[in-house]
C-alpha cells in the first residue's frame, strides 16, 4: 500500500525534550545561572510558542533563532547577547543523540526490509544534520527534506510537494508515501492538505482536532509495522 515513509525527526524518532533538556543545562551552566528545572521548562516553553509563530508564517527562521533566547533573556533579566546564546545552544543541540527507545528498533526493521525512508523536519539545519551523525542515524535515509534548506516549511502543502521529489530524485518510490509524525498542526495537518495518509504517534494522549484527523494512530512506532504490512 505504502512504497515510503515520511518520518518527522522531533517528538517522533529524536526525544527532543531529552536533547532540549540536555543542551539548555549546558548552556544555563555555561551562562553561570542554575540549570534546574524550572528554567528548562521555562526555556521550552518559550520555545515551543516560537516554533508556533514560525509554524503560521509570523517569524523567519533567521528571527526565530535568536527571538527565543531575546525573551529568555527578558524573562529572567539576562544582559547578555541573545544571539551568542542562540548560536551556542545549535552547537549544543547539534551534539545531541537522544532517540526514542522504539526508534532504532522501527528504523532497523524498515530499512532491512527495503522500505525507503526520507526524514522530514522543520529544524534547523546544522542542527538536525549534526544531529543525524550524532546519532548515527543518517544512514536509514533516502533523503532529508529540511525546511531551512529548501525555504519551505511544514505544513505548506510545497514542503510535501519537495518532499516527494527530493525522495523520488534519490532513486526512491514515493508515489504513495506515508507521513508519520507527532505534531498535528505541520506534520498531520500539511500531509492531509497535500491528500497524502498521515499516521499521528500520540506519545502522550493528546487529542485531536475534528479538522486534523489523521489516517492512522498510534502511540508507539512498533504499531507503525502492521499499518505498512497491510
Known sequence: MYDHVFFDADGTLFDFMAAEKWAISHLLTELELTADEEATDTYSRINNGVWLEFEQGLISMEMLKTERFRRFH???GIERDPHHSATRYA???GQTFHLYDDA????DALFEAGMPMTLITNGI???QRGRLEASGTAKYFTAVVISEEIGIQKPEVGYFTKAIEMASRHGAK??????VGDSITSDIRGGIAASLDTCWV??????????????????TLYDLMPILKR
Open 125 to 127: 539545519s546544522a542542527v
Open 91 to 93: 552547537q549544543l543541540l
Open 104 to 107: 532504532i528498533p522501527v528504523l
Open 174 to 179: 514515493a508515489s504513495s508515501p506515508l507521513v
Open 202 to 219: 500520540n506519545r502522550f494522549g493528546m487529542r485531536a482536532d475534528r479538522l486534523s484527523l489523521p489516517t492512522y494512530e498510534i502511540t
Open 74 to 76: 527578558r524573562h529572567y
